[in-house]
Antibody, heavy 116, light 112 residues
């Protein structure tokens, strides 16, 4: 069974930093392209970015609102996906979901609140 | 960015009756490989989204066959042949042809 478990969400002040983690199980993580998707409270879904497998080049793509502030990384030895968020803004407040690249599998999400 | 426009925004339905949601893209979703990368998702209140359909018309494992998807290019449709109580929630379309991938704004399905 595929499992994606996010952690690390918290309340942080504007300008602050936070790192989200996603532990995965049930599939060969090293071969998987992975993504982060977020959902602001009461709003729709928004891509944050994706990371390809190392065998496919490991390319990382970001959505414009987070480019230059957020960094996606992976540790294939630990089956872990990460989202490092710097320079957080109030508009980054959202539930952040870890997903497989085609969005066929989702975690339960972790809430990031950016507020003073 | 490709804009995905869903209609209607809200869809009151009667149990056992059909329902249909439209999704239009601002650009053709035909990929260079010939596929249309259009997916549909369902999100119940308080839950993570769940993918129902990928590449226009392919149902994910465990998705009831009352759900079907169709379309090509810029116009796509999700149909529910007979709505059941568990189908309430918000439905999203998403294009995966052009980066950044983008979602429609959502259609809220509720029981009359």
């Amino acid at each position: 069974e595929v499992q994606l478990v996010e952690s690390g969400g918290d309340l942080v002040k504007p300008g602050g930093s936070l790192r989200l983690s996603c532990g995965v199980a049930g599939f060969t993580f090293s071969n998987a392209w992975m993504s982060w998707v977020r959902q602001a409270p009461g709003k729709g879904l928004e891509w944050v970015g994706r990371i390809k497998s190392k065998s496919d080049g490991g390319t990382i793509d970001y959505a414009a609102p987070v480019k230059g502030r957020f960094t996606i990384s992976r540790d294939d030895s630990k089956n872990m996906l990460y989202l490092q968020m710097n320079g957080l803004k109030t508009e980054d407040t959202a539930v952040y979901y870890c997903t497989t690249a085609g969005l066929g599998n989702w975690g339960q999400g972790t809430l990031v609140t950016v507020s003073s | 960015d490709v804009v995905m426009t869903q209609s209607p925004l809200s869809l009151p339905v009667t149990l056992g009756q059909p329902a249909s949601i439209s999704c239009r893209s601002s650009q053709s979703l035909v990929h260079s490989d010939g596929n249309n990368y259009l997916s549909w998702f369902h999100q119940r209140p308080g839950q993570s989204p769940r993918r129902l359909i990928y590449r226009v018309s392919n149902r994910d494992s465990g998705v009831p066959d009352r759900f079907s998807g169709s379309g090509s290019g810029t116009d796509f449709t999700l149909k529910i042949s007979r709505v059941e109580a568990e189908d309430v929630g918000v439905y999203y379309c998403m294009q995966g042809t052009h980066w950044p991938f983008t979602f429609g704004g959502g259609t809220k399905v509720e029981i009359k």
